[in-house]
């Protein structure tokens, strides 16, 4: 296992009992960042508001449509294209944007990595159909940021219900609070919560 991972594993373990008990039933965290970071931005938009398997699903169907997920071939791609491996109209824009942005070098993707967190969300969010989630998984499977929260996951809020036995689900401020011990490894006791629950967003 990654020597980072494995200490953040130890720390999460030691500071949350029942993230240490999920730890031990789920097994080594395989979180690693993808440096393809126009594939992890175009999955991350497939994903919004839809379950892991369909994003996968499209996601899977797109690539056999425009060939690789590079800027050039999204944008070579006709609407109807776009549109068959089942991409909503917005999703479309948002994809076509976002591969503008990169080939143009507004959102530039190899300087990103530079930056601290708060840059590169705000580098993102100008493209059509980026919000701070869709910037917040980027951070985490882009970049591999270790830090990240991201409080409006609907997969982290239901495995954070189910886990820690709450009668509802919990909200930003109360997410907040019982991931402050998880510092400064919360992408990694995230991942750990997505895997407990279900599936985990970006994976195969």
Not at 18 to 35: D, Q, S, Y
Not at 82 to 102: E, H, T, V, Y
Request: proline share 6%; with cysteine.
């Amino acid at each position: 296992m990654n020597a980072d991972l494995l200490k953040a594993r130890r720390h999460l373990a030691r500071r949350d009992a029942i993230l240490k008990h999920l730890i031990r039933e789920v097994g080594p965290c395989t979180l690693k960042p993808e440096p393809d970071g126009f594939a992890v931005l175009a999955r991350s938009i497939i994903s919004q508001q839809i379950s892991t398997k369909a994003a996968q699903s499209i996601a899977k169907r797109l690539v056999e449509t425009v060939t690789s997920l590079r800027p050039s071939n999204v944008l070579k791609a006709s609407e109807e294209d776009l549109r068959s491996a089942g991409l909503s109209a917005n999703k479309c824009k948002a994809l076509r944007d976002l591969a503008q942005k990169c080939l143009s070098n507004e959102i530039p993707l190899k300087k990103l990595a530079d930056m601290d967190n708060e840059e590169v969300i705000e580098c993102l969010l100008p493209v059509h159909g980026i919000g701070r989630w869709t910037a917040e998984m980027f951070l985490i499977f882009s970049l591999g940021r270790p830090d990240i929260l991201p409080v409006a996951d609907f997969g982290l809020r239901a495995g954070v219900k189910k886990h820690y036995q709450l009668a509802e689900m919990p909200t930003k401020e109360g997410l907040t609070g019982i991931a402050e011990p998880w510092r400064p490894y919360r992408s990694i006791a995230t991942w750990f919560i997505w895997r407990g629950f279900g599936a985990v967003p970006q994976s195969s």
